[in-house]
């Protein structure tokens, strides 16, 4: 079966730390990843995808996210994070089989001032 | 910038009632989407539509329909809302993609749907 799983429901850092978000997935052919954002009272907005190419992925907003093939994980980081980081991130995996994209639970992440 | 509007942000209906939730979007996608989104179960998909008049069920249609008759509008219909379909209810857009076919989608703000 194809899942996603966003192993930690929260994660809280201090303003200026690194931030990791983890994401595993699991599918049947080539996987095509996205990290996805949501703040309070909003729709999703799009921080970056990978479709195929160099396994480090940069995005919107400072964010990045690294592709690891055998651990199958797509995991979101930051250098230094803003307390205006703080929201609900939700990983994706998009079958190139189904071409449905498979959403995680989602992690909130606390950036503490 | 792509632009996602949906019809309300905040709804509340009775049980029984048939409910419209409308989606509109402004540049040109092929792809339509409505999911639903309820804590710790992330966002599951409704119904999709890959082009006008076109539908796909996703993972949760039971209890919702759906229609496409022009290419910027997607509806998403609960014939006889019931309590156990009180959630947000997103809808997302995106290009098809035939050189890159795994465009990412846009979302709208959400529908907060609370049936009583």
């Known amino acids: 079966a194809q899942s996603v799983a966003q192993p930690e429901d929260q994660v809280k850092v201090a303003e200026g730390n690194p931030l990791t978000v983890k994401c595993t997935y699991s599918?049947?052919?080539?996987?095509?990843l996205f990290w996805y954002v949501q703040y309070p009272n909003r729709g999703l907005q799009f921080l970056l995808k990978y479709i195929t190419g160099d396994n480090l992925v940069k995005g919107s907003y400072g964010f990045e996210a690294e592709f690891n093939k055998s651990q199958t994980s797509f995991h979101l980081k930051k250098p230094s994070a803003l307390v205006s980081d703080s929201a609900l991130y939700f990983c994706a995996v998009r079958s190139s089989n189904t071409g449905k994209l498979i959403f995680g639970q989602g992690t909130t992440l606390q950036v503490k001032p | 910038d792509v632009k996602v509007t949906q019809s309300s942000r905040y709804l509340v209906k009775r049980t029984g009632e048939k409910v419209f939730l409308e989606c509109v979007q402004d540049?040109?996608?092929?792809?339509m989407f409505w999911y639903r989104q309820d804590p710790g179960l992330g966002l599951r998909l409704i119904y999709f539509s890959y082009d006008v008049k076109m539908k796909e069920k996703g993972d949760i249609p039971e209890g919702y329909s759906v229609s496409r008759e022009k290419k910027e509008r997607f509806s998403l219909i609960l014939e006889s809302a019931s309590t156990n379909q009180t959630s947000m209810y997103l809808c997302?857009?995106?290009?098809?993609?035939?050189?890159?076919?795994?465009?990412?989608?846009?979302f709208g703000p959400g529908t907060r749907l609370t049936v009583l």
């Open positions: 997302a857009s995106s290009l098809r993609g035939v050189i890159v076919p795994y465009n990412e989608q846009f």
């Open positions: 540049m040109d996608h092929e792809n």
């Open positions: 599918v049947s052919g080539n996987p095509y």
